[in-house]
Each structure stands twice: as C-alpha cells, then as structure tokens.
C-alpha cells in the first residue's frame, strides 16, 4: 500500500506543478496548493540539505584556487554551472528554500537558454546568495521570467537593493562594486521567477595567497577525493532511485494486473451462481406446471368422454391410453419442453371437446371448453418462452465455463508476475539503500576534509595575529549612546484603532517624545487617516499612520475570552516585511500603546541578556529536535468529543493529564487521540497542546531553546512571561521577522486554535525553529502574575495602562525612581563591554 501510495502521490504532485506553472507564467493568482508539493518516499533530491557540509558557502574550501571568487578574486566557470543545484550549491550558490520549484522547473524550459537558472518559491520570497572574496566589480546578467504586471526580481548587495527586473525580462545586466565578505543575494521582490544567466568579476585589488607547502597540496588533494567520491556516489544513488522508481511502477502495473484477473473470475462465478439459481427456479416452475398441464388433461378427458356418453358417439383418434403415452415420452425431456408438449396436447383436447359440445348443443360445456382452449394456448406460449430461457441459461453457464477457465489462468500468471516484481523492486530498494549509506558515508568524509582545512586555515590565521599583535582601540566615540546601542537598534512598530483612547495615548507619548519615539524607527499601522468617533469624525488623527487595507474587528473567545486577533497582525507582519525597514535595523518591537517601556532599557537587556553564542552561527545550546519541533498537519485539535466534556478544549485536557495523571507530553497525546467514547478524539501535536514545563529551557528565566532555522541572520525572538509569549511587547530579530513571514504557510494548521497573536506568535516559531531565549524580567503584567503598579521595578514594559493620568504616573515613577534592568552602576560596565565587543 506504501509504494502504490507514493506512486499515487507522484502522479498528483506532476499533475498540479504542471497547473501551477500555467497559471504563474499566465499572469494568474497561484492556486491554493500545498506549501511543498508531495515527493516520493524513495527519492532523494541530489542538492544537500541546510546544516549540511555543502550549506552556506563551505563548498568553497573543495575547489582552493579555482573556487569561484576565491583567494585571488578569480573568475569561475563553477559559478556559472547551472546544470544541477547540486552543483550550484558546490560552488557556493546558497538558497533559502527547498521545494519543486528550487531549481528549473520544466514547465519553463522553452522560454529561458537552457544554460542559465530559473526558479522560485510558490509562497514566499525565495532569494540566492553568494558570499563574495576580495575586492573589484561582478557583473551579474539576471532576469524575471513571470509575465504579471507587478512582478520583480531583484539584486542586493549586503541587503541594499543594486537593481531590478520587471515583468519578461529575461537578460538585465548590473555592474556592482563589491568588497571582500560582501552577500549578494538575487530575490523574488514580491512576485517573480528568478533568472540568472552569467556572473563574472574584475577585481581591483588582489591578495597574493600564502605559499603552499607540501602538507597543503596534499590536503587539498585529499579533499578533492572526497568531493569526487562523494560526487559518485551521490549520481550512484540517484541511478538506484530511478532504477527502483521503474520497478516500483512495474510492480504497480502487476498488482493491479492480478487485481483485475481475479475481479474477473469472482465476477463470473458471482453470475454462473446467479444462473444456476435461476435455472432452478425455473425448472421447478416447469414441474410444477406439468402437473398442472397433466391435471387439467384428465379433467378435458373425463369431459369429452362424458360428452360423448350422452350422444353416444367416439371421437377419431381418442385413446384413452394417450395420457399414459405422452408420461412416458416426457421422461426424456427437460420440465419445460415437457411443459410445451403437455399444453399442446391439452389444446388438442380442448378442440375436441368444443366440437363435441357444440355438436350436442350443450352451452355450458362448450363455454368450458373455449376457456381451456386459451389458457392451454396461454400456457403454450410461457412454455415456449421458459424453454428459450433455459436453452439460453445452458449457453451462458457453458461460456462462464470457458471464460472460468481462462480468468483463471490470467490470475494465476498475473500472480507469479506480482511475485517477480515484488522481488524485483525489494532488491531495486536494498541497493538503493545500499548506496544511500554508500553516498552518506562519503558526505561524512568530505565534511571531515572539509573541517580538517578549516581548521588548518584557522590555525594559520590565528598564528598571523597572534605574531602581528595588531589591537584595535576606538578611540574616538560620539556618545554613549552610538556606543551602547551598536547591534542593538532597534525598529518599532504598533497597531492603533481610529477610534477610542489609543489616538489620544499615542498621540501624547509623541509629544513628551517616550516609549516608541525613543526607538530608532517607528511605524504606527491603523486602517484610516481620520477619527471614527463620534465628536471627532472625520478629522486626522494625530499621528502619522501606515495605512493597512483590512478591517480591524475580530471576534473574542478561548480559555481566557481574549481577542482573536492573529489573522489582523498576520497581515501587519506581511506589510512589515513588504516595507522592508526592519531590514535596516537588528531589533523588531511590536508593543501595545497601553503599555509604558523604555526602549533603553530593552537595549540593555538584550545586551546583557541575551547569550552571544545564540546569535552567532554554529552556537552550542540545546536544540529543539525534530520530535518535539517539526509537526505535521494535524486535524481536531479544538474541542473534545466526549459528550461529559462538549466544549472543553483538547489543550486543556491533554494538560490535565499531564498534571493529574503524571503523564508525559506524549503519553497525554496518544490517550487525548482515543476515539470517543474512550477518549476525546483530539488529534494534537506537542506545540499545540502540551504544557511545555517540563522542559526547563522553555520556563525558566535566562534558558533559552536553540532552533536550527538558518539564515543569513540571527533568527530569535524573546519569551516575556512565564506562561509563553505575552502581547503587550514582542521582540524578535530581524531574522527572526523574515523567518516568520516566510514560513506562515508552514503555521497555517495552527490558525484552528481560539488563541491570540501572541500565543500562535510563539507556537509558529516553535514550530519553524526560531531560537526561544527567556527574559521575564522584560514584562511587568498583571496577566503573568504581576502588579506592575506603580512600576518602580527593573522591567522593561509595564502593562496595561489605558489611562493616561495612569500611563504617565506609571511612566514618572519608573524614571525616576526605577533603576533599569540592572543595578546602578552596571551601566558604566556595560559600556565597557560594549566597547571590547
């Protein structure tokens, strides 16, 4: 059922690329698919996975001098191979998603130079990277294959926008100066399908490489062995999956072969069962009936011959033994050609009694005879039909015969066809197996070469400091400020409703220039320029506001009866990330206007907070495995179906297992899952239901849960409250934004749950792998256990104060009597340690 399944899913996942690449190219909506359409089981894609040794540039250490910039800024017909994405991440090409439309789809291939690359992602911004050496201008020949009219593709440079191509252009050339360490990035801006024809560079200055010594060339020989080993195993492992692809379809058409056959033999035994019932219901219809036609010949002779009494007078031909006669000669044949001879000689009877009555003048005998003149004639003619219907029966069995035969014949070799290419496809997958260990075990030694010459290189620059001893000391430093706030600006944004205290509120926070107008850049979002209240209507708010398209009403409910407003901010964070601001900056908050904090504050917290090694690559930490991170689309996780529990919750209850039965995440899921009446038939995921204390890094203040999304940036968000992210501030990395955005097709099943933005805020990045760091000292709230009245403690936000007579007392006493995040004194530390930094 497995490999008949993928085949199935296979041929849908053909069917609807080859629809989608219609519509896109049309200049039609894409359709409503799946983020990722469906691959086979036995399939493996050849380009190597993030995290893998070929991800994110480390490549480049395969190809030493030829590599494609490299250390002499050299040109590379390796960049330039665009025959495999495989290849194009050996040469150090890096994508940012992985689906059926990463590298040249087919349905394109007639309208791009089969030399160049062509792609996209169907949900979300794809984008290519290459991290650049040295120091020159690259020449980049790009383009954007999609029709629509607002379609684009564009070049970056350090995420600084360089050049665009518009709807069909197919060839667009760009000259960017670059220097060393610079990512260039090639991306959907908005809608487009990405095309890149040529890249070359001159470079300006060049950097004459350290001598090679003998152990180097022969390290650098070493890894090219291992790059052509893993090579040809990986091009081995694809002939096995194709080879095994081809068996699994012959198998396919084999079973389906021996399925056939024996619907056919159980079809004919099925009707010659049905024919032989009917046959002998017919032939015990047919004996009864000549009884019947016996009876009523007696009754005619026992008439005529009374008939004939009276006048005295014989009939010619009457025997009185010819009833005798006629039983003997129908014991040879079949009931219903005996019941067409007896009613024929019932007719003859019934003649001879009508002209016997009539010539005796007796009327009621010859009313008599007439009616057993039609009914034998009647009977006649049913007999005659009975017979044909039997002779037709008899012909019918005679061929389900032959074709029983036959049916069985076909099952039976249909089988042993089944049998040798299910052993055939057994040995196609063992080898496939086979040479997948085969592939992964080269990929592991061309990791550990690839590590051993990193590590040489490391070693030889850090020699190079070491007997240099160059320390650099800024000497010269504008403020404090430019000092403490170095990787740590920050962008801020909220969402204001045109009506009631929140215009007013935010409207004073500009005035006294606090809260967001302390940040490096604001944005206020609204859906309208005017008031809509009553005694203001019509007239301009008094804040500038970005103007989002959308209604900003939303229902209330949940546990909590809180708004269910994720679909609004949704869309605020879709808007965020078309703008593209936060891209400028390291930080983005989201707080309510309700809420009092002080983005200085915040700056210090993330400065002392948040660990350094969460927000550098290759951190150590503890990860987020796949188990408890990576789910799959589950369906019926909202309420329990016991009737005892209707309206309960499946969160709730799968958490009361865990706290009343001792049960863990897991046990508490599989007994939620039990169909009623044993259980509430929640079928739920870990992120969605479980209570995560169990974990200490998801609940303790200072731990944190490292994901492993990868990005060109940090991607981590900070948990406020004890009991998961709370919404009155929300902080997260640009990283983490872009992150975010892109993969809320991958969050879609969680948009069920009666929850808030901030809780599904929370359970997506779980769910993508954003790194988790917990900072409770951020939030003072009254829904995380606080009072935060009258806001003399060292959090970062206060929440909520809808007054302003409250908002502002909240605001003075906290700066004038509160201390920050951290002891007085330590201020002067942190610029000290900003400046190592």
């Not at 009276?310 to 014991?331: F, I, Y």
Request: hydrophobic share 35%; glycine share 6%; charged share 30%.
């Amino acid at each position: 059922a497995s490999r008949l399944g993928r085949l199935v899913v296979g041929l849908a996942a053909a069917a609807a690329v080859a629809a989608a690449g219609t519509l896109l190219f049309s200049g039609d909506a894409a359709p409503a698919a799946p983020t990722q359409l469906p691959m086979r089981a036995w399939r493996r894609p050849l380009a190597a996975p993030p995290g893998s040794p070929l991800a994110h540039g480390d490549a480049l250490a395969l190809y030493g001098e030829e590599a494609l910039i490299g250390e002499q800024c050299g040109n590379s017909a390796m960049l330039n191979d665009f025959s495999s994405k495989g290849n194009m991440e050996l040469a150090g090409w890096w994508f940012n998603w992985t689906d059926d439309f990463t590298f040249k789809p087919l349905m394109y291939k007639d309208f791009v130079p089969p030399d160049s690359y062509w792609g996209f992602m169907m949900y979300g911004r794809g984008g290519i990277s290459l991290r650049v050496k040295g120091e020159g201008t690259l020449t980049l020949d790009f383009g954007n294959l999609l029709g629509t009219p607002d379609s684009k593709v564009s070049v970056y440079l350090n995420l600084v926008k360089q050049a665009t191509a518009g709807p069909s252009v197919l060839s667009q050339t760009v000259d960017i100066p670059y220097q060393d360490s610079d990512a260039l990035t090639i991306a959907q801006d908005g809608k487009g399908i990405i095309v890149i024809n040529r890249i070359s560079f001159k470079c300006t200055t060049t950097t004459t490489p350290p001598p090679e010594t003998s152990p180097e060339t022969h390290d650098q020989q070493k890894i090219r062995e291992a790059k052509d080993s893993f090579k040809r195993n990986h091009e081995e492992l694809e002939r096995a999956a194709q080879v095994a692809e081809t068996k699994g379809k012959e198998h396919f058409a084999a079973v389906k072969l021996a399925e056939a056959s024996e619907k056919v033999a159980r079809e004919d035994r099925e009707e010659e069962k049905e024919l032989r019932q009917e046959a002998a219901k017919s032939e015990e219809s047919a004996r009864k009936q000549m009884q019947q036609e016996k009876h009523e010949s007696q009754l005619l002779v026992a008439a005529l011959l009374d008939v004939l009494d009276n006048d005295g007078s014989k009939p010619d031909g009457l025997d009185p033994q010819s009833l005798v006669a006629t039983d003997e000669r129908t014991k040879n044949e079949s009931p219903e050609e005996a019941v067409v001879d007896l009613a024929k000689q019932r007719e003859q009877l019934a003649l001879q009694l009508k002209a016997a009555a009539k010539s005796d003048g007796d009327e009621a005998e010859l009313a008599a005879a007439e009616e057993q003149l039609e009914q034998a004639r009647k009977a006649q003619a049913e007999g005659k039909k009975a017979l044909e219907r039997a002779k037709e029966i008899e012909r019918q069995l005679e061929r389900l015969r032959r074709n029983e035969t036959e049916a069985e014949e076909a099952a039976k070799n249909a089988k042993a066809q089944a049998e040798r290419t299910q052993k055939d496809l057994e040995e196609a997958e063992a080898e496939e197996e086979r040479k997948a260990k085969e592939s992964a075990k080269a990929a592991d030694g061309m990791k550990d070469a690839i590590q051993m010459m990193k590590e040489k290189k490391e070693e030889r620059e850090r020699i190079k400091r070491m007997q240099e001893k160059e320390q650099h000391i800024e000497t010269t430093i504008t403020t404090t400020t430019t000092r403490l706030n170095a990787g740590f600006s920050l962008y801020c944004f909220t969402l204001m409703l045109p009506f009631g205290y929140e215009p007013r509120l935010l409207a004073k926070q500009k005035d006294k220039k606090i809260g967001f107008y302390r940040c490096d850049h604001f944005t206020a979002f609204s859906n309208t320029t005017v008031w809509l209240e009553e005694d203001k209507w019509g007239e301009k708010l008094p804040v500038e506001v970005e103007v989002l398209d959308v209604s900003l009403a939303v229902d209330y409910g949940g546990k909590w009866h809180t708004a269910l407003n994720t679909p609004v901010f949704n869309k605020i964070w879709i808007k965020v990330r078309d703008m593209g601001v936060y891209l400028g900056y390291d930080w983005v908050v989201k707080a309510d206007i309700d809420t009092v904090w002080f983005p200085e504050r915040l700056r210090t917290v993330l400065r002392r907070g948040v660990p350094l090694d969460v927000l550098s690559t290759g951190a150590a930490g503890r990860r987020l495995q796949s188990s408890e991170r990576r789910l799959q689309v589950s369906d019926g996780c909202r309420h329990c179906g016991l009737s005892s529990s209707a309206g309960d919750m499946c969160e709730d209850h799968v958490r009361w297992l865990q706290r009343n039965k001792n049960m863990s995440c897991e046990a508490a899921l599989a007994a939620t899952a039990r169909p009623p009446p044993l259980d509430c038939g929640c079928k739920c995921t870990k992120v969605e239901a479980c209570d995560l204390s169990a974990d200490p890094n998801a609940w303790l203040d200072g731990h944190f849960m490292k994901g492993d999304y990868m990005s060109l940036s940090p991607a981590v968000y900070i948990n406020n409250c004890r009991f998961g992210l709370h919404g009155p501030i929300e902080v997260l990395s640009k990283g983490a934004i872009t992150a975010f955005v892109d993969g809320m097709p991958a969050c879609s099943f969680l948009l069920v749950q009666p929850w808030g933005e901030d809780k599904y805020l929370d359970r997506c990045m779980m769910t993508l792998g954003v790194t988790r760091v917990n900072i409770f000292g951020m939030l003072s709230e009254v829904a995380c256990g606080e009072e935060p009245a009258p806001c003399g403690g060292s959090n970062v936000a206060f929440h909520p104060f809808k007054k302003s007579a409250d908002y502002f007392a909240c605001w003075e006493y906290a700066n004038s009597y509160g201390h920050g995040p951290f002891e007085k004194g330590a201020e002067e530390q942190a610029e000290k340690d900003a400046a190592v930094l």
